[in-house]
C-alpha cells in the first residue's frame, strides 16, 4: 500500500521544557530538542512508525515544500523512517516552530512563524508532481497550514484533482480559511479530521453540544466525505460516517507533550482504512495512536506492547 502525505508549510518544531514557566519572565528550561515536523511530515513519520511495529506493508512519500537553507533535519529524518522524499526544494529556510511544554501543567504553547513564500510556477511545479504521483497511492493526506504565496483554495483543488485521479482515500487536516474555503468546495475529502474550534470557525458557528456536533458532520457527509472525524481534545474524539457515529473516550496518560496529536490520529485512521478495519476499529487504533503520541516528544508511537495496552483501554460510545 502506498500513502502520500502533502505537507505544504513544514517546520523545524523547537521543543523546549520549562516547568511552571511564566510570560514576560526569564525562565530556565530544563531541556530543548529541535524535529523536523509540520503535520503532513508528522503524520508520514508515524505511518512509517507504525509500519515497523506491525508488519503492515506500507510505503510512505512525503512531498509539499522544503526550504534548501535547512532541509537536513528533514531529509534525516526520511532516511530513518523510510519515508520517500518527494519534496519540492525552494530557495530560504524552512520556517521554525516553538513549542514551550510545561510539563508540570500538562500544557504546551505554540509559537507558528508563517514559512517560506512561494511562488505561483513553484505551486504549479508541485501540483504537477502531485498529479503525476496520484496514479499510485492509495491514500493521500494533506495536513497542515499553507505558506505566504500559496492561495487559501488550495486544499480544495488538490483534493478535487487527487480525487478525479481516482486515489482511493483522500484525507485532509488544515484549519482557517482553508478549511472554510475546502468545506464550502463541490468536492470534499474521503475524510475531514477537524477539531472542535476549527471546525465552528470554519462553519461560523458554534457547536456546544454532541447533537449540534453530530448534525454538522453529517452535513458534510450528504456533500460527499464518507468519514468526518472531530477531534474534542482530553473528550476524546467522534467519528461519523454513512452508518453511524461512534464516540471515543482516550485512556489516561501522563501527558508530556500534545504536539502531534491531532496527526497521530490521523495516521491511525489511515493506516486502520488501508488494513481494512471498520469506523469504529478504526478510530479506536486513532485514538489509541494519539494517546501514545502524547507520552512522547516529537512525532513518535510507543513500543507496540505499550501502544496495544492503550488500545485496550478506549472506551467506544455509540452516537444516535
Known amino acids: 500500500m502506498n500513502v502520500l502525505t502533502v505537507t505544504f508549510n513544514p517546520a523545524l518544531d523547537l521543543t523546549v521544557q520549562a516547568p511552571s514557566w511564566h510570560p514576560g519572565q526569564v525562565n530556565v528550561a530544563a531541556a530543548a530538542q529541535t524535529d ?34 535547512n532541509a537536513g533535519p528533514f531529509e534525516a529524518l526520511f532516511r530513518e523512517r523510510g519515508i520517500q522524499d ?31 513564500q512561494v511562488s505561483a510556477a513553484q505551486l504549479d511545479g508541485l501540483l504537477g508532481q502531485l498529479r503525476d504521483l496520484a496514479g499510485t497511492q492509495d491514500a493521500a493526506v494533506l495536513a497542515g497550514s499553507l505558506p505566504p ?10 483534493v478535487a484533482a487527487l480525487r478525479q485521479s481516482g486515489v482511493p482515500f483522500v484525507a485532509a487536516d488544515t484549519s482557517g480559511e482553508a478549511l472554510r474555503r475546502l468545506l464550502a468546495a463541490p468536492t470534499l475529502p474521503h475524510l475531514l479530521k477537524p477539531n472542535i474550534h476549527e471546525l465552528e470557525v470554519a462553519l461560523g458557528r458554534e457547536l456546544p453540544t454532541d447533537a449540534d456536533r453530530l448534525a ?23 467519528l461519523v460516517w454513512a452508518g453511524g457515529a461512534v464516540k471515543a473516550v482516550p485512556p489516561q496518560v501522563d501527558v508530556v507533550s500534545t504536539v502531534g496529536a491531532g496527526d497521530a490520529m490521523v495516521a491511525g485512521l489511515v493506516s486502520a482504512r488501508l488494513a481494512g478495519l471498520g469506523p469504529a476499529e478504526a478510530l479506536s487504533r486513532a485514538t489509541a495512536f494519539a494517546a501514545g503520541n502524547i507520552t512522547r516528544l516529537g512525532a513518535q508511537l510507543p ?13 467506544l460510545q455509540k452516537g444516535c
Open 86 to 116: 518527494a519534496f519540492v526544494r525552494v530557495a530560504g529556510e524552512t520556517r521554525l516552530g516553538l513549542k514551550i511544554v510545561d510539563p508540570e501543567a500538562g500544557s504546551t504553547t505554540d509559537f507558528n512563524l508563517p514559512g517560506v
Open 149 to 158: 504565496g500559496v492561495p487559501a483554495e488550495t486544499y480544495a483543488r488538490v
Open 216 to 238: 454538522a458532520a453529517r452535513e458534510l457527509l450528504e456533500r460527499g466525505a464518507e468519514w468526518v472525524a472531530l477531534s474534542l481534545g482530553e473528550e476524546g474524539a467522534w
Open 36 to 69: 523536523a515536523g509540520g503535520k503532513g511530515v508528522n503524520v508520514a513519520a508515524l505511518l512509517a512508525d507504525w509500519t515497523r511495529q506491525s508488519g503492515e506493508p506500507l510505503q510512505v512519500s512525503a512531498s509539499g515544500f522544503l526550504g534548501t537553507g
Open 303 to 315: 513500543p507496540h506492547d505499550e501502544l496495544m495496552a492503550l488500545h485496550r483501554q478506549v472506551r
